[in-house]
């Protein structure tokens, strides 16, 4: 990690210099793909009214496409930094969490660099499995009605239910819609 610190207005002492590269080499443990990262911090000694609004850090982080940035201001230009690497600690995990929620931790470009020639022809010359279904699932079915599996879907959590419809007589599947309401399937013998 790579740690710019600058100073507008005065000069920047060694001891904040060293605790602000301290303070920020800890951003990768929260968000490994800030290995690399280049972080800019602005220091600024500004006149301000109040004392404790006096220094003002700036902080700019940028590595394999996650950009981070945080500006804080405090009587001391030693707290400034302590606060701006707080809120981006703050904005790496929150940032570690939306990846994982997504499903990937990195982009389709970076994993298509990763692969080498020579596996690339492996996965060619492998010949194609026909789809198989992998898991097979039983469970009892109990007649119930739509409003009855609404429920039972919601209290397992589920995006889809399979049921047995009371009302009509045959199999229905319930299914959760990207708009947020719900979709009835009911098949019908052609």
Do not use: C, N, W
């Amino acid at each position: 990690m790579d740690v710019i610190v600058r100073g507008k207005h005065f000069d920047v002492p060694d001891h904040v210099a060293e605790r602000a590269r301290r303070k920020l080499g800890k951003l990768p443990h929260y968000l490994p793909l800030l290995e690399d990262a280049a972080v800019e911090v602005d220091l600024a000694h500004e006149k301000a009214k109040e004392p404790d609004q006096r220094y003002v850090a700036r902080v700019k982080v940028s590595a394999r496409g996650v950009h981070l940035q945080a500006a804080e201001r405090a009587a001391k230009p030693e707290a400034a930094v302590d606060q701006a690497a707080q809120a981006l600690t703050r904005q790496a995990q929150r940032h570690k969490q939306r990846l994982y929620r997504r499903g990937r931790t990195a982009s389709p470009k970076a994993l298509a660099a990763q692969k080498t020639p020579q596996l690339a022809e492996e996965l060619e010359e492998e010949p194609a499995r026909p789809e198989q279904v992998a898991r097979v699932k039983r469970f009892p079915v109990k007649p119930m009605t739509a409003a009855e599996a609404l429920e039972q879907m919601r209290a397992l959590r589920h995006d889809f239910f399979l049921f047995h419809d009371a009302d009509l007589g045959q199999f229905a599947l319930l299914y959760r819609r990207r708009a947020g309401d719900y979709g009835l399937i009911i098949p019908e013998l052609s």
